[in-house]
């Protein structure tokens, strides 16, 4: 029993040994350079030298090593694109809107705004700048309370609201009585402006007018068709050109425009609107008014039968119907949160409002015995419904806004919304779309000229005097980018520069036409006439035979577990490669790693 126990871990610790040997790591490849294997034209610098003893796995890996070297043989050249264009791209940055001067402090506003002819003395430090040089719309001659009672920004951001699925419905902002909150200095006495501050628009001084009524207005505009030519006598030419647009009456203001037909008259009952982006389905047009939400139309509700009004969660259930009376009994359940209504009773032509806040709202307009003899209640439906008038407020950008509405009876004409919670930043978001923001500039000088006697004033020793000025800026949040195709021909843009063409480096694949794998007998080993790989150890290859006699191969291939010798200068000046193993499963790992070295140049 011990015996074969003892002789059983024998045999399976050779077998172990043998595997081992066998998943032995694979052949290290030498540092061979691109060279030895292709020209620099692309086409092969290398013959693949089988032995005429080989056995068919050495033919295998030499025909294996050909396909790898086929990766390499192509070159690459620069060729001129045909009917190419390129495409040129522009950052803008983005733009300044407006800038609006709200404090100066200089010789100017000094001598002209103020009238000052004898300036005695100039400011050398922020707290002595004087608190009466803010703008009050005409002059530098106000105070801070002035400036602020009296400012005022306006700006238009287009197409932002709906009619129907069309947006070409622009908001026009005003912000006035703008009011600074310093954070430097802390305690600020609104005499000179803050160095640093957020703006803050209070209460009711934001308003967003929206106006429903479009119209198809046209601009016309003078171009000059013609060069003046005055050595010759002949004039500039001119011709009017008229462009259409679609807007409202401030856009036809705004840009000179003359009306040419109503677009719209505004919103009516059954068209769907926005304001502020929300969505508003018209049920009706009052006096300044309008009642908005979801008509689902009218169904037939069976007698026990609990049915979804469509498109909705709300489960109406008919529990008795009066044909005599028209009168049906229902209850309504939200399926998904579970708010269910006292039992009501619904009269025919009389809508009943079932929780009494506009979300489901029924009307009872006929009761009658089906074919099959169940009594069916006809039943509309309207969800969400809300009448909204002057003072409804709205929510965006988390901040409450109230509304103003004008109709004609027919038509919701406009609407405008003013904010009920303060506006602030520095920079102050407005609607994504821009940037209002407060700036505080000083700049020193070493002197001044006072105009009583015409003397150059000297700023006192390690002082120099300041003047400074204070800005609201509105600012795009986001550049532009603006993409441009220029065709061979064009000319660049922006440039005097002509694009004459397209060019670009091409891979040419480099056909081989002679062979490249050949018999050991057929090589001159004085002059090979290229770099050669021999594929296969002395007994299958003579040329590695050669190599081993000569002492120029330094490997011992009998016991090689699969190698690759790199041998410069080998034979007659060329370069050789042995891709070789003691047995020819070896000498197939062997090619295999030079095939993966192939892949990796």
Same mark, same amino acid.
């Given at each position: 029993?011990?015996?074969?126990?003892?002789?059983?871990?024998?045999?399976?610790?050779?077998?172990?040994?043998?595997?081992?040997?066998?998943?032995?790591?694979?052949?290290?490849?030498?540092?061979?350079?691109?060279?030895?294997?292709?020209?620099?034209?692309?086409?092969?610098?290398?013959?693949?030298?089988?032995?005429?003893?080989?056995?068919?796995?050495?033919?295998?890996?030499?025909?294996?090593?050909?396909?790898?070297?086929?990766?390499?043989?192509?070159?690459?050249?620069?060729?001129?694109?045909?009917?190419?264009?390129?495409?040129?791209?522009?950052?803008?940055?983005?733009?300044?809107?407006?800038?609006?001067? !709200?404090?100066?402090?200089?010789?100017?506003? !000094?001598?002209?705004?103020?009238?000052?002819?004898?300036?005695?003395?100039?400011?050398?430090?922020?707290?002595?700048?004087?608190?009466?040089?803010?703008?009050?719309?005409?002059?530098?001659?106000?105070?801070?309370?002035?400036?602020?009672?009296?400012?005022?920004?306006?700006?238009?951001?287009?197409?932002?609201?709906?009619?129907?699925?069309?947006?070409?419905?622009?908001?026009?902002?005003?912000?006035?009585?703008?009011?600074?909150?310093?954070?430097?200095?802390?305690?600020?006495?609104?005499?000179?402006?803050?160095?640093?501050?957020?703006?803050?628009?209070?209460?009711?001084?934001?308003?967003?007018?929206?106006?429903?009524?479009?119209?198809?207005?046209?601009?016309?505009?003078?171009?000059?068709?013609?060069?003046?030519?005055?050595?010759?006598?002949?004039?500039?030419?001119?011709?009017?050109?008229?462009?259409?647009?679609?807007?409202?009456?401030?856009?036809?203001?705004?840009?000179?425009?003359?009306?040419?037909?109503?677009?719209?008259?505004?919103?009516?009952?059954?068209?769907?609107?926005?304001?502020?982006?929300?969505?508003?389905?018209?049920?009706?047009?009052?006096?300044?008014?309008?009642?908005?939400?979801?008509?689902?139309?009218?169904?037939?509700?069976?007698?026990?039968?609990?049915?979804?009004?469509?498109?909705?969660?709300?489960?109406?259930?008919?529990?008795? !119907?009066?044909?005599?009376?028209?009168?049906?009994?229902?209850?309504?359940?939200?399926?998904?949160?579970?708010?269910?209504?006292?039992?009501?009773?619904?009269?025919?032509?009389?809508?009943?409002?079932?929780?009494?806040?506009?979300?489901?709202?029924?009307?009872?307009?006929?009761?009658?015995?089906? !074919?099959?003899?169940?009594?069916?209640?006809?039943?509309?439906?309207?969800?969400?419904?809300?009448?909204?008038?002057?003072?409804?407020?709205?929510?965006?950008?988390?901040?409450?806004?109230?509304?103003?509405?004008?109709?004609?009876?027919?038509?919701?004409?406009?609407?405008?919304?003013?904010?009920?919670?303060?506006?602030?930043?520095?920079?102050?978001?407005?609607?994504?779309?821009?940037?209002?923001?407060?700036?505080?500039?000083?700049?020193?000088?070493?002197?001044?000229?006072?105009?009583?006697?015409?003397?150059?004033?000297?700023?006192?020793?390690?002082?120099?005097?300041?003047?400074?000025?204070?800005?609201?800026?509105?600012?795009?949040?986001?550049?532009?980018?603006?993409?441009?195709?220029?065709?061979?021909?064009?000319?660049?843009?922006?440039?005097?520069?002509?694009?004459?063409?397209?060019?670009?480096?091409?891979?040419?694949?480099?056909?081989?036409?002679?062979?490249?794998?050949?018999?050991?007998?057929?090589?001159?080993?004085?002059?090979?006439?290229?770099?050669?790989?021999?594929?296969?150890?002395?007994?299958?290859?003579?040329?590695?035979?050669?190599?081993?006699?000569?002492?120029?191969?330094?490997?011992?291939?009998?016991?090689?577990?699969?190698?690759?010798?790199?041998?410069?200068?080998?034979?007659?000046?060329?370069?050789?490669?042995?891709?070789?193993?003691?047995?020819?499963?070896?000498?197939?790992?062997?090619?295999?790693?030079?095939?993966?070295?192939?892949?990796?140049?």
């Amino acid at each position: 029993m011990k015996i074969r126990k003892i002789a059983a871990l024998a045999v399976g610790a050779a077998m172990i040994g043998a595997t081992v040997g066998f998943a032995s790591a694979q052949p290290t490849v030498p540092q061979i350079p691109k060279s030895f294997f292709v020209n620099a034209n692309g086409t092969p610098n290398v013959k693949i030298v089988v032995g005429s003893n080989a056995a068919a796995m050495d033919v295998a890996s030499a025909a294996d090593i050909a396909v790898a070297l086929g990766s390499l043989l192509y070159t690459t050249q620069q060729v001129e694109a045909q009917n190419a264009y390129v495409k040129v791209k522009e950052e803008i940055p983005p733009a300044t809107v407006d800038m609006w001067t !709200i404090y100066a402090y200089n010789y100017t506003t !000094i001598t002209q705004d103020h009238g000052v002819t004898n300036i005695t003395s100039w400011p050398t430090s922020y707290a002595q700048l004087p608190g009466d040089y803010w703008y009050n719309g005409a002059a530098f001659t106000a105070t801070y309370t002035d400036w602020s009672s009296s400012s005022q920004v306006k700006t238009t951001i287009s197409d932002k609201d709906k009619i129907g699925n069309e947006q070409l419905v622009d908001w026009h902002i005003t912000f006035k009585n703008l009011q600074l909150v310093s954070t430097n200095p802390a305690n600020w006495n609104q005499t000179a402006p803050p160095q640093s501050a957020q703006i803050e628009i209070t209460p009711g001084n934001a308003t967003i007018f929206v106006d429903y009524k479009l119209y198809n207005y046209s601009v016309t505009t003078t171009e000059q068709t013609r060069a003046a030519n005055p050595e010759w006598g002949v004039p500039a030419a001119y011709q009017n050109v008229t462009s259409y647009y679609i807007g409202d009456a401030e856009n036809v203001a705004a840009n000179g425009g003359t009306i040419v037909s109503n677009y719209t008259e505004g919103v009516a009952a059954g068209e769907s609107f926005t304001i502020l982006g929300q969505t508003f389905d018209v049920l009706s047009v009052g006096n300044n008014t309008f009642t908005a939400g979801y008509d689902k139309g009218t169904a037939w509700y069976q007698v026990g039968q609990p049915q979804t009004i469509q498109g909705t969660n709300w489960v109406v259930t008919v529990l008795d !119907i009066s044909i005599t009376d028209q009168r049906a009994l229902i209850t309504v359940k939200n399926a998904v949160t579970g708010q269910e209504s006292n039992q009501l009773i619904l009269q025919e032509n009389q809508p009943v409002d079932v929780f009494g806040d506009g979300s489901v709202v029924l009307t009872l307009e006929d009761t009658f015995v089906g !074919i099959d003899g169940h009594l069916i209640a006809s039943i509309h439906a309207t969800v969400d419904k809300k009448t909204y008038s002057t003072g409804s407020v709205l929510t965006y950008g988390g901040k409450s806004w109230e509304m103003t509405i004008h109709t004609d009876g027919t038509y919701i004409t406009n609407v405008t919304l003013t904010n009920k919670n303060a506006l602030e930043g520095n920079p102050l978001d407005v609607f994504g779309k821009y940037n209002l923001m407060y700036k505080f500039v000083t700049k020193a000088n070493s002197e001044y000229y006072n105009p009583a006697n015409g003397s150059v004033v000297q700023a006192p020793a390690n002082k120099e005097f300041i003047v400074a000025y204070a800005y609201i800026c509105l600012k795009e949040k986001q550049g532009q980018i603006i993409e441009k195709e220029v065709k061979v021909g064009g000319t660049l843009p922006d440039s005097s520069y002509t694009l004459e063409g397209v060019y670009a480096n091409a891979t040419v694949i480099k056909p081989v036409t002679e062979p490249i794998t050949v018999m050991d007998y057929q090589v001159n080993l004085n002059d090979p006439g290229s770099n050669l790989i021999l594929v296969g150890g002395p007994v299958a290859n003579k040329v590695t035979q050669y190599l081993v006699q000569q002492n120029i191969s330094k490997i011992d291939w009998y016991s090689s577990p699969g190698n690759i010798e790199y041998l410069p200068k080998a034979l007659g000046g060329y370069d050789v490669v042995i891709v070789a193993g003691a047995t020819r499963n070896q000498t197939m790992v062997a090619a295999k790693a030079l095939m993966q070295y192939l892949a990796g140049l």
